[in-house]
């Protein structure tokens, strides 16, 4: 049975671009496998995509983590754009109803942090059957003039204001890795203070926390609510559609009682 509760989806910048490069490249064969895989799902859904090369390279270079840069917010904004043009191209093309939504024109932060974001056009969107999709953006910040917002920040928010309930990431390793380079099976609040030196900031230029900064979105969601959420490998065949249709892979975060 399909559920008819919406899920959210994120692509990491790192599967959709080569990360590695100094300008926005798509990773073409891979974003179109998993856009077919999307289109084989037929439940309702949120997509988030990162920035990846198109964002993080920018963001880098105008210091955009540090200060105001009204050109670096432009152009980091229209070269982030382009990518969700391509992705939300690349969905329709498979037959997924998708409809860019650009963080900038809806949200305000306050020191990094989502203040406020404008939801009532996502929620008639997932009403009518649209695939909106959002994405790692530069927005309009009450204390910074301009800051970063990471999409992975975006998915938790969505999740609690919308009360959706399953969430996954969807990155380039197996999950968490331990010092071995395995995949962890569940991390909580609790198991986090052993383990939280082996996690880190990302392998390539990514202004907003890597591996890190995922995990401790989603902790922090995971002590506001009952919401167990996954970061996986969207880098591996069938891993988006296994995931959209309720398996659990990867590296499950959980709150310390389970409800
Ligand atoms: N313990 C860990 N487990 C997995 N990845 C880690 C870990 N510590 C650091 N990383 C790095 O974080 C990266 C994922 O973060 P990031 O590059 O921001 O991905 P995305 O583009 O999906 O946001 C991994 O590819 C890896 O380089
Ligand atoms: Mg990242």
Request: glycine content about 12%; aromatic content about 6%; charged content about 25%.
């Amino acid at each position: 049975m399909i559920s008819t509760e919406p899920v959210i989806l994120k692509l990491g910048g790192s599967v959709i671009t080569d990360k590695g490069a100094d300008e926005g490249i798509v990773r073409e064969a891979d974003l179109l496998r998993i856009a077919k895989e999307v289109s084989e799902f037929r439940g309702k859904m949120i997509i988030v995509h990162g920035a990846g090369s198109f964002g993080h390279t920018h963001a880098k270079n105008y210091g955009l983590d540090r200060k105001f840069d009204p050109e670096g917010v432009i152009i980091t904004h229209e070269s982030v754009k382009k990518l969700a043009s391509t992705v939300v191209g690349a969905l329709n093309h498979f037959g997924v109803r998708a409809v860019a939504v650009h963080p900038i024109c809806c949200t305000v932060c306050r020191n990094g942090r989502i203040e406020s974001m404008y939801l009532d056009n996502i929620k008639l969107m997932l009403e009518k059957g649209f695939v909106p999709v959002l994405h790692g953006d530069v927005v309009m910040d009450l204390e910074l003039g301009a800051c970063v917002l990471s999409g992975d920040q975006i998915v938790p928010y969505l999740a609690k204001e919308l009360g959706i309930t399953r969430l996954g990431l969807g990155s380039a390793e197996d999950g968490v890795l331990d010092k071995d380079g395995k995949s962890v099976p569940e991390i909580t609040p609790e198991k986090f203070e052993n383990f939280k030196h082996y996690i880190r900031g990302s392998g390539s230029t990514d202004v907003t926390g890597g591996m890190l900064g995922k995990v401790q979105e989603l902790l922090e969601l995971s002590k506001t609510s009952s919401i167990t959420s996954y970061i996986f490998n969207a880098g591996k065949e069938d891993n988006v559609y296994r995931f959209l249709n309720g398996e659990s892979i990867g590296t499950r975060i959980s709150p310390d009682k389970r409800v």
